[in-house]
């Protein structure tokens, strides 16, 4: 997955390729690569943490709250926006 986390790609001609494991493969400039996760609280190695960007989409019960609130008072009042 190095390759790819990289972005380990070369041009050749008008055309991107990658090379995993023993594969050269055509890359397209618009692959975007996401990894999902079920665990509450993934711990990732540093190795991994620097070559991705982590997103946490955990939300809290408070926070879902202020957040469904705020989307009802600006239906009920656009003056507020």
């Known amino acids: 997955m ?19 494991g023993d594969q050269i493969i055509e890359y ?9 996760t079920k665990y ?8 991994i943490s620097t070559k991705v960007t982590l997103i946490n989409f955990m939300i809290t019960y408070e926070g879902l709250n202020d957040q469904l609130l705020g989307i009802i008072v600006k239906k009920e009042r656009p003056d507020l926006e």
């Open 2 to 20: 190095n390759p790819i986390l990289l972005k380990q790609t070369y041009q050749k001609g008008n055309t991107t390729y990658i090379k995993l």
């Open 28 to 36: 397209s400039t618009k692959y975007i690569f996401y990894i999902t």
């Open 40 to 47: 509450r609280n993934p711990h990732y190695l540093p190795e």
